[in-house]
């Protein structure tokens, strides 16, 4: 989702329904390319996903600092549809239960006879 939606609005933010005018859109893009980079960071660990607690750690944190900052922001602007809502989904949920995920596998591969 990250790399898609990254690429995405790297590219061609009003396809993700970012409008504004073109400096707002440069922004929107700027944002996009630190999400395409989340996401191929994410992806970068999977190799050795069982080692990487530290990189997952950081890189969830810093999704839920955003998914924070657009959650105050909708709340401030009583801004909760689709758009909103599913984004937040991903960077509240789905992220967070990654990290819970790969914490499992780190601590079942450390505990793993050799």
């Known amino acids: 989702m990250p790399v898609g939606a990254g690429a995405l609005g790297a590219v061609w933010p009003e396809r993700l329904h970012l ?3 073109p400096h707002a859109l440069t ?3 700027y944002l996009s390319g630190l999400l395409l980079g989340l996401g191929l960071s994410f ?3 999977i190799p050795t996903i069982e080692r990487q607690t530290r990189a997952v750690t950081l890189l ?7 998914g924070l900052a657009r959650a105050v922001i909708a709340a401030r602007l009583g801004a ?13 949920g789905v992220t967070p239960a990654l990290w819970a ?13 050799e």
């Open 43 to 45: 992806w970068s660990l």
């Open 80 to 92: 909760w549809d689709h758009h909103v809502v599913l984004p937040l989904i991903m960077e509240l």
């Open 19 to 21: 409008g504004g005018p």
């Open 101 to 113: 995920w790969q914490r499992q596998v780190a601590r079942s591969f450390l505990s793993r006879p």
């Open 27 to 29: 922004h929107a893009a």
């Open 60 to 66: 969830t944190g810093l999704v839920v600092i955003g």
